[in-house]
């Protein structure tokens, strides 16, 4: 059996490994660590060495991992979190005698749906609450390198280390003043596409699956404007003629107080999950399950 006290064994060597599984790169590897590129290098030559494998062959533009490098990967990155969580466990939590302070993303539509609650509840308890909102991919960067501590919102794929938890289900409709716009609803598709729409996007842009749907329809929408700052999207349309297309319960939580109208979508749309989502190494912390049970606790009641 090989020692642990072996002087070729090196955790260091096995972050490397990792880092070129997921971006296929020496140099972006290098960026991820914060190391140079020959020092990346040099850890590839000697992990070739240690295992007796290639274990990365260049094809093209990318590094690409050998049939032992795949058959590696799932142990070595368990190692990589159980040494995380080892030197991150907290033995024990009590909610009210000890402070805490959490970073957590989530999607501005999510904010006043879901946290408004846990935040007042947290606060009581001597747990400070920061929220940012990042893009999916950016999110996951994010807690992989430690700056967000779990995060909230619609996530289709994550990274085989991270852990998840659906909290609700969510769909779309449609929402505008019906002041400024002279319909009732519901909506027919050829209403949908003759005003124009104020767009939620969470990277920019002027197209969404959305509009996927509406081509397959055979027609199309205007898109005169776009934000990723989905809850001023309501606000806006209290002064300008456009529709846009929401989360319900943003729309639900807007309208009345707004006075705007929903309508259902005039054609089919399916619902989605929004999730709570975390890096594995935290799943055995106490504080951190404490606030994750209270988030799922809140969303059960929506």
């Known amino acids: 059996m090989t020692s642990i006290h072996n002087p070729q064994l090196d955790l260091n060597l096995i972050k490397v490994f990792d880092a070129l599984l997921e971006t296929r790169s020496v140099s972006r590897a290098a960026e991820r660590l914060g190391v140079s590129q020959s020092a990346v290098s040099h850890s590839l030559s000697r992990l070739r060495t240690l295992v007796g494998d290639p274990l990365f062959v260049r094809t093209g533009n990318q590094m690409e991992p050998s049939p032992r490098a795949q058959r590696l990967a799932q142990p070595l990155r368990d190692v990589l979190l159980a040494a995380a969580q080892a030197l991150s466990l907290e033995e024990t939590f009590e909610p009210g005698n000890e402070e805490r302070s959490f970073t957590i993303s989530a999607f501005d539509s999510v904010q ?43 996530f289709p794929t994550i990274r085989r280390w991270h852990d998840r938890q659906a909290l609700y289900s969510e769909n779309l409709v449609c929402l505008f003043n019906s002041r400024l716009v002279p319909l009732e609803p519901p909506i027919s ?114």
Request: aromatic fraction near 8%; charge should be negative.
């Open 112 to 154: 006043p749906i879901l946290l408004t609650t846990v935040l007042w509840d947290a606060s009581r308890q001597q747990i400070a609450i920061a929220i940012i909102s990042l893009d999916p991919e950016a999110t996951l960067d994010a807690m992989d390198n430690g700056s967000v501590d779990m995060a909230i919102g619609y």
């Open 189 to 302: 598709l050829e209403d949908y596409t003759r005003f124009p729409h104020l767009m939620p996007s969470m990277r920019g842009g002027f197209s969404s699956f959305v509009d996927d749907e509406l081509h397959a329809l055979g027609t199309k929408r205007y898109v005169a404007a776009s934000t990723t700052q989905f809850m001023t999207i309501p606000t806006m349309l209290t002064q300008v003629p456009m529709l846009s297309t929401l989360p319900g319960k943003v729309a639900d939580l807007s309208a009345g107080p707004l006075g705007l109208t929903i309508s259902p979508l005039p054609f089919p749309s399916e619902s989605y999950e929004m999730s709570l989502i975390w890096h594995r190494r935290h799943s055995a912390s106490p504080s951190h399950s404490w606030l994750r049970e209270k988030i799922a606790s809140v969303a059960a009641t929506l």
